[in-house]
Structures are given as C-alpha cells and as structure tokens.
C-alpha cells in the first residue's frame, strides 16, 4: 500500500460502502489465514541427469533423474513441452482437442548425450541436464529454457513453486503479456501475471492491469517466436534485453525469468514470421469472435447518462451536427440500485421502446453486465442463484461475501458448467429490453478493498471443470469464464445473429467470445499513449478487437488531448469514448465549434473506411493477423522498426502516425520498404526510412501503401474500392472481405491485384472474373 491507497483506505471509513470494504478485506484476510496452507519447509528440485528417452508420435518423452519431461511437434509447426506429467488438457487457453502429433517428426539423439525432435518447421533439443533449447530448420537458436526448478513442501500439501529461465538472442525485443500500459516493446523490469483493477485511472507506470497472460512473442534478426506457458497462476515475468558486444567484445543474451506460485510447467512455442506465428496461434487458442459491422462504427458511453431523455438529448446531438453514431453504451447508473439484469423504471421507464427508436435511427443499445449478484435475501436473482449453488464458497462451505456497486455481493463460479448456464440465462432479460450488445466489466473479480488484493479470498474454492482448485487458480481465467458464458448464451437467444461482446478481463483465448478494452485509462497525454501501447500489445496476444476509452476515463481531457484521441481511436478496432460519472463530457460539440468540426471528419472518416474495418474483422478470424499491427510486422529484420512504438499499420495498406504529445503540430515517421503516400497531400514517399509530416490540429499523417486496395464507403454509401497506384513497373494488390451480413455466412476474401497497364493503374480480381465494384485511382 502506497501512501495514495492508505489516504483513500482513511477516507473510505467516512462511507457506508467504504466500511463495507474494509469488513470484506478483513474477512477475505481471515478467510485466507485459515484456508491456504501455510508454507513451511521445501526442498528445492531440478530435473537432474537424463536417464533414458521414450520415441512417441511427434516427439518422445525423456526421463530424468528426478523428473519427466514429454516434448512434441505438432501438426501445423506448434511444439508442446510438459514437466512431470503436464498435458495439453485441460487448458482454458486451447480451443477444442488442441492439435495433432505430427507424424513426420523424429526423435533422435544429440550432441552432448541429449536428444533431439527434429521437424520440418522447428528442431526442438533437450540437453542432458534437461535445458529445451528452439531452433530453426537452419540451427539457429531462438530460444533456450534452461532446466526448470521446483519449491516443493515437504509435508507434501500444497503447491509447488517454480521457476523458469530462458535465454533468448541479444537483439531480440519481447512483446506481448496480455495488456501492458508501458508496451507494446516490453523494456528491462517484473511484470505480474494476474489481473488487476488499478483502483482508478492508469498510466504507463502501472502494472498490472485488467487483462494479462503468460504469452510473449520474441522478435530477433534470427526469427520470431511466440512462447505460452500455459499456466493460470499468479506469477511473475522479468526481462532483460540483451546487449550485442562491441567490436571482439562477448555478447550478452536476452533472458526471461517466469516465476509461478503453483501449477503445471508446460509451454507452447510457435515459430516463423509474425503472420505464420500469429495463425498458428489462433489455429491453437481458437479463432476470433466477428463483430457485427455496426460495432466496427464509432460509439458512445457514459457513467451518468441518467435518464431516456438524457440518452435522447444526446442521440439528437450527433443528429443534428452531422456525426456519425453506431452505439450507446448504457453503464450500471441504468440499473435499479446498480445490481445487474435490472433497470431503473423510473429513470428508464420504456426502455424496449426506446432501443427500437434508436435502432430505427442506427443506433444499437449495449449494455454493461458486472458479475457480482447483490447478496440480499429476497433479491430474485440472488434467492435464484442461492437454490441453485452457483455461487462461490470457501473452503468451509460458507458463501464468500465481497463488497461492489451493489453493496454486499455473491460470485457466480463461471468455472462451473452448470453456472455458466445458468448465467446465461439472464442475458434473455437484456436482449427483451432491446439491447444488441453486452460488456462486461468488473470481472477480474473486483471486491472494493482499502487494502490488500481487491479481489476474492485466494483460499476460495472453484470448480474448475470438475477438477476442484482455489481461486489462485481460477482468478485469471475467472473474466474469460465469464465471457465464455456470455457468449454462449447469445449463440443459443439469439441465433440469427453474432453476438457483440467485449470484457475488461479475460486471458488467453478470450477473443473466441469476443474483445476488450483498455478500462480506466487516465485522462492524460501518458493515458493516450498507454491507449496505443495496449492495442497493440493485445493483438500480438491474440486479441485483435480492442480500443480505449477514448478522451481518459476519469478526468476532463483539454480540447486538443480529447481531439487527439479521437484521431487515434478512430483507427481502433473498438472506436468508444466513455467516462465516469464525475469526469467531463465527451461530446464533440462539448469542445468548441472548432474541435466539432474537425471531430466530425474524424467520424465520417471512420465511416467512410467501415468496408475495410469488416475485411480486416474476417481476416483476423481466418488468419490470426491483428487489425493493428507494430510497423515491423512485414519486416521484423528491420531493428528500426522493431524499436518503432508511435505508429502502427492498420492492416497491410495502412500506416497511421498518431500525434502522442502536447502542441505537436509536425512528426517524424518511420516507413517500411516500399512506396507509402501521403493520404492528405498525395505526396509519395519512399521507404524504408523517416521522413517528416505536417500533423495540423485537424488531423493525423495517415500514409497509404503503394499499390494497396481499401474498400470504402463512397460519397452515397455504396460500396467502392480506393486503390493507391502502384510504383511504375510494379504491382499490389489486397484482400477484398464483402460484408455478408451479422449473421453467420462464411465471408469469402478475394484476392484483388493492382498494376500499370498502357499508362493507367488497373485492379483485377485474382480469379479473372470481372470486378463489378467502382474504383477510384489516388496517387498518379
């Protein structure tokens, strides 16, 4: 506790809800102290001598003296490794079965008395002392896992601690750990694996956050890899980058240390480039949730819309000044005393008439869901759930008690089957009142605390799938339980349609239920900049719908900061502003006439390039690939671009170079090879390189890849192709996703190519057939 938190922990006394959290602290205190074994003695363990070596399909399983270790290549490239009996199931990370063996893959003996599995893609070598060591067909090493070691009790109860080093090359720069506000390169530090509500507003500094997993992906000159432990525990990563000697001088390797309070040691790695490593990873943790194409559209939030008539006023006010508008977020201030599946009737009297009236306007209703049930007796929901013992007890059978919105709560167990769909259930109520979408938030779970974790007991039970476990093994997995219920239970109410679901917190495979979101980011320049970082750093974890709040959550942005982020967000996946309660307003026109008028070309822009927003949505459940993209994405080689962090590409035909700082009106900008233009001027400029762009109040450098096909909303709404002209004597080319609907049809891309034929650029479908879209020429 820091001297803000024991401030705000004295202050909370003067509250009746603030009393409530500091009793809920001090029984989840007591709780604990007598449900978690204490820990006492423990003798430390490494694997020792290899004694023998067991051929199985896709690799072997090695024995050694004090330990087992089975290692295995897979179809597809994907190489799994377990500790003493660690398999791939059960995992929350994998979707389905997890991949095949790959057959072709051989175990053979080493140099140095170790052995080896040898495949097409990667050669996985396990030293005699047990070190696992990835290397490329050509021998290159990208990664070497020294041998692990154990802290086991010697009473034989409780887990074991262990720990994991590993080496990685010295110019390898490492991304990734789930949302990171001081991303997307990972510097020099410990980072924590378990997900965190900072208690307010957030910057850089600040770590942990809502959403993070053990996942990091590793980019050297050697190659790229991704590495999953999949482990749910609380756990702690630290890096070190490593250091190219000067001249004859050794060089020092990179290195990660990952320490886990308990759980199996297992490890997935991908190799290959970015695009490989990221479809492998989506082919392992399962594909991305599409949103619906209204959600792709620009949206609003607020704590504190109050009333229908206040959500009217404002729904009228982008109306009347010509902006834009796909959603409104309702928060828990539309709830009967902030307990969720209710609405204030008197506040909200007509709310099914009132989504109807939106949605006839384009306008769809989202709707916030927290997972804490007022513990009140009488209260429906929770008498409901009581009966049928969905809620999470401690280790002496009592219901755990934590202190949220509401007041005193109860916590489904979401790691139950028949909980998730009992859960499920009520999403039938948000759907009858007229919403089309749901977030979810305070899922980390969050019990408001003046002191220690602002979460459950860790002594807590779970059913974890039948398995049984605490809550130090289910708290990080707890928000993507959640998701998993929620969008399930959409599937089943409303089959017609894909669900729009997104969550503050969730882990590895959270986006086969849908996205999230960056929380209470500070209302600050550093705030806008942790914006970019964190959706960037998501969609390298396999997350690729996210965005922040745009403007900060908890403050008053100054008009250009608020239009800054506007210009950022707008080429988000997730385009929202929201705020709190007590913080300023975010409507354009709020501002002054002259940020409303450059706001609105910031919306209409976004409008304009929803086509493209819906290509990338199905791309990134074919491919894996991110919407947003670090710049090295196509060249990890190149070290310039791999230290680039203030711009990124959206999809393969755009870069976007965000304004990050105060009273810029110019910025430097690092281009990838090729041919990149200018959207605002046409200016051509040739990379790889940096040059020098005017960055005016009214908007940001957007360049354009030469060659490259958007799809568009022309100036009637149709649909139409925006092609930048290739370099003379060369082609491009893109990938063209129509929009078929929100339901399920499969969206098929068409490959589309662009080059110079008798002096005028041309664009052709792959296939031959004719094109029967409009296109427009930029750059000749």
Sequence with gaps: MDGRDLVRAVKDLGTARGRSAWRAAWRRYRTDAAGLPRRGPERARVPGPLTGADPRPGGGVLTFARSVLEVRVTVGGAVFWGWDGAAPLPSYGLAGEGPEADARAVLEPDTGGGWRVVSERVTVAVSRNGAVEVRTPGGAVLRRELPPRWWEPVSGEGAARWVQRAEVAPDARF???????????????????????????????????????????VVADAGTHLVFHDCTWDGRVTLREGEEGAGSGPDRPGSCELRMDGGPLRAWVLVGTPARVLQGWSAL?????????????????????????????????YRDHGLPLSAVHLDIDHYAGHRVFTVDEERFPRLPELAEELRARGVRLVSIVDPAVRAEPGDPLYESGRAQGVFVRDGAGREV??????????????????????????????LERGFSGIWHDMNEPVSFAPFGDSSL???????????????????????????????????????????????????????????????????????????????????????????????????????ELYL??????????????????????????????????????????????????????????????????????????????????????????????????CGADRRAVRLPRGRWYDTATGQAHEGPGQVLLDAPPGRIPVLARGGSVLPVRGADGSPELEVWAPALGRTGGGLL?????????RAEPERLVTRWRDGQVVVERENGLPLDLPVRVRGV
């Design 175 to 217: 991304f990734g750990l789930g949302g990171r506000a001081a991303g997307p390169r990972l510097r020099d530090g410990e980072y924590r694996l378990w997900n965190t509500d900072p208690k307010g507003g957030f910057g850089p500094g600040d770590d942990p956050l809502y959403l993070t997993m053990p996942v990091q992906l």
């Design 285 to 317: 943790t399962g594909a991305a949730a599409v949103p619906p194409s209204w959600a792709l559209g620009y949206q609003h939030a607020r704590w504190g819309f109050g009333s229908e008539a206040e959500v009217r006023r404002v729904v009228d006010g």
């Design 401 to 430: 008690r934590g202190v949220v919105w509401p007041g005193e709560c109860a916590y489904p167990d979401f790691t139950h089957p028949p909980v998730r769909a009992w859960w499920g259930e009520r999403y039938a109520e948000r």
């Design 457 to 559: 007991p860790r002594s807590a039970r779970h059913a974890l799938e039948g398995a049984g476990g605490d809550h130090r093994e289910a708290h990080n997995v707890y928000g993507l339980a959640m998701a998993r219920a929620g969008y399930e239970a959409l599937v089943r109410l409303r089959p017609a349609e894909r669900p729009f679901l997104f969550s503050r917190s969730g882990w590895a495979g959270l986006q086969r239920y849908g996205g999230t979101w960056s929380g209470d980011v500070e209302s600050s320049w550093p705030g806008l900049r942790a914006s970019l970082a964190l959706a960037l750093g998501l969609g390298l974890c396999g997350i690729p719908y996210s965005g922040p709040d745009v403007g900060g959550f908890g403050g008053s942005p100054s008009p």
């Design 564 to 661: 800054r982020w506007l210009q950022l967000g707008a080429y988000l996946p997730l385009f929202r502003t929201h705020s709190a309660v007590w913080a300023g307003r975010r409507e354009p026109w709020e501002f002054g006439p002259e940020v409303l008028e450059r706001a609105r070309e910031v919306l209409v822009e976004r409008e304009r390039l929803v086509p493209y927003f819906v290509s990338l949505a199905h791309l990134a459940r074919r491919t894996g690939a991110p919407y947003v993209r670090p710049l090295w994405w196509g060249a990890p080689e190149d070290r310039a671009l791999r230290d680039c962090e203030d711009a990124f590409l959206l999809g393969d035909a755009l870069l976007v170079a965000p304004v990050l700082e």
């Design 737 to 745: 996703v129509r929009d078929p609907g929100d339901g399920w049809v």
